[in-house]
């Protein structure tokens, strides 16, 4: 009894002197981090991770056995770092955990947000940028699949062992993170915005391409375009009462195989007239007014790095999301490349802003039908995820919102907050209507939010957080991607405004 009693006074001393040591150390670190040194010491680093790593268990709902069991993939990218926990339990059982995608349905995800609808705008840049805009088709897709990679390093950080360890769950944790200490939540209320941005106009851009679409598959019919995107709207309405995406997720994936299908359609009828190809009019020189328009249209193609954290944080191996990257990368830059050259050559100097819309009219009016359906059924995804941006920012957030929060007690949606989701809906419309010009948007998107999510913050970021890190040759990535990208956002974005006001002011045609 002695002798136990003893060995826990020990303990206690011992655990005091450490105690002491690690608040010494942290506050060392905290006069360098308020001077704008980088981050913490090892020791910090390791107590965050290991603070992050209990938080994440404990939300999750994991279960470990006291004797411990093999985890899946890599080790150097499991959460702990170490491998097998010990003695850690919660409520939950590992059948209620979330469960985890493999590579290839991240893969899948991927592919669906850089091979969606967007592709049709593709040979409309090539038309400005003849061998230049086959160029950056490939670069872009180069540049994009690098700032993913480094965009995930950034939710790492090394222990003292030199293992890696997810510390951050998301691109506002990264950005909050990059500007801490002084400003900690100036940079995810930054990447919100930009979020939010992109989220809506897409969400603009469908109702745009479906009034064009529903417009050239009935030119007949006297409907004009603005009214084809008002009825396309009605149809949209019921959005505004989503609680959950199930029901649409199972239609939304048809229909995105009927999209590679119908791609698959529009390069076999440009194959049919290969003889007619006009090589002559694909050359070097660029329309310098147009070109930084395709350059925001090829971006806005590419652009995944919004939900990317969560994705790889939703793997059962998150060793193989650079492998899904590369080959996702290149069989986009590879499928878009083809499209959009092949049928640039069917119709060179006459092709229009949305591909289809040079189909003969027997072709064009099944495919476009199909591409309105598409459509309307994507809608919802950036339609909701930008709904839970704005909830979760504005409404909810841990009660330092700017307004009330818009669901009751017993998780109903209130009435105010249903005519929000409403008003969102109608604005979409009344942006789709007044400004009719689906390259026009896509440009000005690309050059305004997608430059800056793909490659603008993330290169910032990697220098930021991972500089300790980094080799040369990674600094003169991040540095060269910022500052081309930097000048290509700016460009594109000047000459899309431009283009906007010539259309309006010589009422040129949608």
Not at 38 to 43: G, I, K, L, N, V
Not at 322 to 338: E, P, R, Y
Not at 343 to 358: M, P, S
Request: charged content about 15%.
């Amino acid at each position: 009894m002695a002798h136990l009693i003893r060995h826990k006074i020990s303990n206690k001393i011992t655990n005091t002197v450490h105690t002491v040591s690690n608040k010494s150390q942290a506050k060392v670190s905290g006069v360098f981090a308020r001077l704008g040194f980088q981050a913490a010491t090892d020791e910090e680093g390791l107590g965050f991770a290991e603070c992050d790593d209990l938080d994440y268990d404990y939300r999750q709902g994991m279960q470990m056995d006291d004797g411990g069991e093999d985890v899946d993939g890599d080790s150097h990218y499991q959460r702990d770092g170490t491998g097998p926990r010990g003695t850690l339990k919660t409520s939950l059982s590992l059948e209620e955990a979330k469960p985890k995608i493999t590579s290839w349905d991240a893969g899948w995800n991927v592919t669906n947000a850089i091979q969606g609808m967007f592709v049709l705008g593709l040979p409309y840049a090539i038309l400005h940028g003849g061998y230049l805009g086959l160029f950056l088709i490939i670069f872009a897709a180069v540049v994009c699949c690098y700032t993913g990679k480094i965009l995930i390093a950034c939710l790492y950080e090394d222990n003292e062992d030199g293992i890696k360890v997810r510390v951050r769950d998301s691109y506002v944790d990264i950005a909050n993170a990059c500007c801490a200490p002084r400003f900690p939540a100036l940079g995810g209320h930054v990447v919100n915005v930009a979020q939010i941005i992109e989220l809506v106009m897409t969400c603009i851009l469908y109702v745009v391409v479906s009034g064009n679409l529903m417009y050239n598959s009935f030119p007949g019919f006297p409907i004009s375009q603005k009214a084809w995107s008002v009825v396309a709207t009605a149809a949209l309405l019921p959005c505004a009462f989503l609680k959950s995406l199930k029901a649409v997720s199972k239609l939304s994936f048809l229909c995105t195989l009927a999209h590679f299908v119908i791609n698959i359609l529009v390069i076999a009828y440009c194959l049919s007239r290969a003889r007619e190809w006009a090589w002559e009019k694909v050359k070097f020189y660029i329309d310098v007014k147009k070109f930084p328009i395709s350059i925001g249209i090829i971006v806005f193609s590419y652009t995944s790095q919004i939900f990317l954290p969560s994705l790889e944080g939703n793997m059962q191996k998150p060793s193989e999301f650079h492998c899904m990257m590369d080959w996702t990368h290149i069989a986009a830059c590879v499928l878009k490349g083809l499209f959009a050259l092949v049928a640039y050559l069917t119709w060179a100097d006459t092709t229009k802003e949305v591909i289809t819309d040079n189909l003969p009219y027997s072709i064009r009016a099944v495919v476009n039908l199909f591409l309105v359906a598409k459509a309307l059924l994507s809608y919802p995804l950036p339609f909701f995820a930008a709904v839970e941006v704005m909830e979760k920012s504005l409404f909810h957030d841990g009660g330092g919102a700017l307004f009330p929060d818009c669901y009751g007690p017993n998780g109903q949606l209130k009435t105010w907050g249903l005519g929000l989701r409403v008003a969102l809906v109608v604005f979409t419309l009344l942006m789709a209507v007044f400004v009719p010009h689906f390259a026009l948007l896509m440009g000005l998107t690309g050059s305004l939010t997608g430059a800056g999510l793909a490659f603008l913050l993330p290169s910032l970021f990697h220098l930021k957080l991972q500089w300790r890190n980094l080799q040369w040759h990674h600094v003169f990535f991040d540095v060269a991607i910022f500052f081309v990208g930097g000048i290509c956002a700016i460009s594109g974005l000047i000459h899309s405004i431009e283009g906007l006001i010539e259309a309006f002011t010589y009422d040129l045609p949608d």
